[in-house]
């Protein structure tokens, strides 16, 4: 099942939703020593990899962060091949000052802003929203 690509359908349809708890943004050397079933997400670099993980989780590894987040995620199916709708949602979240890191995954694009921004970018995002047209 392909994902939605039409710009004005996910803008219109894209409900953000607030996912309960705080998220946290980790580098380890080796991840293999890390259950994959305890990982939001991953991503290797040359320097580490990178893990997304709750932050009570990393609190249990002992694992080092400095970023504390929420993770809201757009429930609508988007594409891959999608186009306009990260610069769309971040363009708006930058306007009203909240820095987000985005994951794009197969259903749906999940982004991560700083905890005390978490009710403003809600707010912003059901706006872009709510004021898309199809």
Not at 60 to 84: C, M
Not at 97 to 109: K, L
Request: aromatic residues 8%; negative net charge.
């Amino acid at each position: 099942m392909s994902g939605v690509t039409d710009i004005s359908t996910l803008l219109k349809h894209m409900t953000p939703h607030l996912q309960e708890g705080e998220y946290v943004f980790c580098t380890v050397s080796n991840p293999g020593q890390i259950d994959l079933q305890d990982v939001i997400g991953t991503f290797r670099e040359k320097e580490g990899t990178t893990l997304i993980l709750s932050r009570k989780t990393a609190d249990r590894l002992q694992l080092p962060y400095t970023y504390i987040a929420a993770w809201i995620t757009l429930t609508i199916h988007s594409s891959l091949e999608a186009v306009g709708l990260t610069a769309a949602f971040s363009a708006a979240l930058a306007k009203a000052g909240i820095s987000c890191n985005v994951v794009a995954a197969y259903y749906h694009d999940h982004i991560f802003v700083a905890t005390s921004d978490a009710d403003k970018a809600m707010q912003t995002l059901k706006s872009l929203s709510t004021n898309a047209s199809l």
